[in-house]
């Protein structure tokens, strides 16, 4: 559907954009005459009659396939220039939407609503109707809208569309959906699933009418890719919309070209972003409901991405979903029966190979869904806030065991704990580490805290704040996979830190392994000229600790000193061992 009307001057400059439905054809200080195929088509128009309005029919610049009505009336020192066209006599109230539009411009400018202009856009309404009406198609789906209207109760009728937007609601949508993929089993089938990413923030900063307007705006933009009247649209909840539509190709070309000119020209000051999720209908013995939300889930992947705007839903998506609701629905027990373990992994002297610390990890030995990695879990955490919690229980837990350990008169060597960058929020955190150790009898060297760049990244002001006092304290900070980002010199420049831990993942990338052996041997030289400690992470053979202890580092952990193992069999397999009582 095209409706577009706007004031001109004689010349053709168009002053004002009384409104356009989905996007401009022009905007204001443009020439109008740039809108047509035919340039001097508004001229032939204002020169047959100076008082009457005046219509054509015409191509559109740069779309000569597509036909439009064109209208022409003086107002004043004023022209008054309608284009409009549609194909579906579902878009009446649009176009009756739109030459109120003129009316009320009319009525402001003194030649209205009771003057011979109202009587000539009526006539203009007239002629717009009479022409859609005979267009067959249009023509028979208005016959069968006018029966159905008088069939059922007005009441009713209005429960069937969304008031805003005049698309289905959630509820007939789904009950029409489910009825044409009955009726048509030889139909293959899309739902198209529209999200628009931070519809709240529109809401609050520009109004609820703003919103609304939004969103009925957007309704027609969807409109674009009706494909034939087995395409159905609803406005499901609030900014949430719902297509279903006959899987065809060039659809997908179509809405993403359509939005990016929806979204590129719309007149609010933000970047408005939408996503689009897609469920190829392949099981038909499922409810709509259900492949709504597979639509929805498509969707939701994709948000805060800025590049990517359209996926296709596929099976991975909802098994992740379902595994990711199983960890949050469970999380609170588990930590409360002690289902999450400590594991310790051995930090190794390089010349000598004796333990000399150890580096705490959390594993969760889940009833039903067996025992959990840290990758599984802990993204989750960190997204809903609970990692603090987390950190917490593990903090006290390693506390606890180097306290038995001291008891049993075993070695005095100090265990590492992460820091989430979630954690540097949280109330006074040096405190409560100073209190953590002092309840457990020990000093704050033997509890080495590891942070990562990402915490940095995060908030490098408040990091340095936490990090600086905990030092002072006498906690031994290490950075840990330093050099995996794109920020690392930058934050060993500001963050004063204690022990560098480089992954040896980085020599075993790329093919020129000589100029990465020379960048390691550079930035270990570096760490030793700021009297840093640095640990290699990863070692997995003996010839990358004989080529570690070459390059000068001092201390090391991986699968070739031990893999993590839980505390009973850490203190069976290590702490017996004759260590030496220097930390690092």
Known sequence: MIGYLALCDLHWKITKVIRSIPVSLAEPGQDAREIFADREVLDRLLEQDTEQMVSTRRQLRGKEHLSVFVTVKPVREQVLLSVYDMENADWLPRMAELQLSALDELASLGTGPYGESYFEIQKVNNRLINSQRALAKANVLLKETLEEMRRAENTIEILKRDPVTNLLTEKIFYERAQVMLEENPGQAFDIIAVDIERFKIIN??????????????????????????????????ADLFAVLVPREEGVYGRLEHSLNCFLKNYPLPMRLTVKIGVYQIEERDIPVERMCDRAFIAAGSIKGMYAEKIVFYNNAMREKMLFEQKILDTMVEALEQGQFQIHLQPKVRVNTEEVAGAEALVRWEHPELGLLSPADFLPVFERNGFIYSLDLYVWHKVCSAMQRWRQMGGADIPVAVNVSRMDIYHGDLPSLF????????????????????????????????????LRKTGFVVEMDDFGSGYSSLNMLSELPVDVLKLD???????????????????????????????????VETKEESLLLEEMGCQYAQGYYYGRPVPENEFEKRFLHLECQKKEY
């Open 204 to 237: 609050d900063a520009f109004g609820t009418a703003a919103g609304n307007q939004l969103l009925s705006d957007l309704s027609v933009c969807l409109l674009d890719i009706r494909v034939d009247e087995k395409s159905l649209f609803a406005r499901i909840r």
């Open 504 to 538: 040896l993942k980085f020599l075993r990338t790329g093919t020129d392994a000589g100029r990465r052996h020379r960048i390691m041997q550079a930035v270990i030289d570096l760490a030793h000229t700021l009297h840093l400690l640095v640990i290699a992470e990863g």
């Open 434 to 469: 100073t209190e953590l150790v002092k309840d457990y009898g020990l000093e704050p060297k033997n509890l080495h805290l590891e942070i990562t760049e990402s915490a940095y990244i995060s908030d490098s002001r408040q990091l340095l704040l936490v990090v600086e006092q």
